[in-house]
């Protein structure tokens, strides 16, 4: 499902049978109602063949897999030509980041003022700009529980430890956020002015 190698989720897709995109390609995710173990996403991804899917996505996989905490992943050692586990040492790794104070994932939250630690599940709608990286984000706070839209880069969105070091903060909170359709949300974010922030921790 995720392949922490290449950071891309594999979905199914009617006319390639089988697309892998990074998590800048989701568009929206919404906690699938009734599960609780596991607590499972459903997401709609913009795939390559020019369609957007619905796909879904276990929390595990949305947010412990990118960190390496998962049995599953093993990767083709080139040295030994042996398939190993990666995931005790991403794991490690990632464990020894986090108590360093490095965030994996960030954003900044526009009614608290600050930057907060977060967590991909917590991504609610994502809309790239018409050209170039950035990727529009709303995000609800885990902490206040108000969404927050930032612009950022794809990398800090696909990529774990790496975050912007400026993000473009939109001056707005979306009410509507959960009813609100992608292209809306693309539309209204693209339309709206936006401030550059720090999410530096110090
Ligand atoms: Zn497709
Ligand atoms: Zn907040």
Redesign the pocket.
């Known amino acids: 499902m995720y392949d922490a190698l290449t950071t891309r989720y594999t979905f199914a897709c009617p006319s390639r049978e089988e697309a892998a995109v990074p998590l800048s390609s989701f568009r929206r995710l919404e906690r699938l109602e009734g599960t609780g173990h596991p607590v499972v996403y459903c997401v709609r991804f913009d795939c390559p063949c020019g369609e957007e899917h619905p796909g879904l996505v276990s929390h595990d996989d949305l947010d412990w897999a990118p960190l390496g905490l998962r049995d599953e992943t093993t990767f083709l050692n080139l040295m030994t030509s042996r398939i190993e586990a990666t995931s005790v040492e991403l794991g490690e790794l990632a464990a020894t980041r986090i108590k360093a104070g490095e965030w994996p994932w960030s954003f900044f ?4 003022e ?1 930057p ?1 630690p977060v967590y991909p599940s917590a991504f609610t709608l994502l809309a790239p700009a018409a050209s170039g990286d950035r990727v529009g984000l709303a995000v609800r ?6 969404v ?1 839209v930032n612009v950022v880069s794809r990398a800090h969105v696909d990529v774990p430890f790496v975050n912007d070091r400026e993000v473009g903060v939109v001056e707005h909170v979306f009410e509507r956020d959960a009813a609100a359709s992608v292209e809306e949300f693309r539309a209204e974010l693209w339309s709206e002015s936006f401030d550059a922030r720090r999410l530096g921790l110090e």
């Open positions: 939250c526009w009614p608290e600050r907060r706070c885990p902490v206040c529980g108000k927050s």
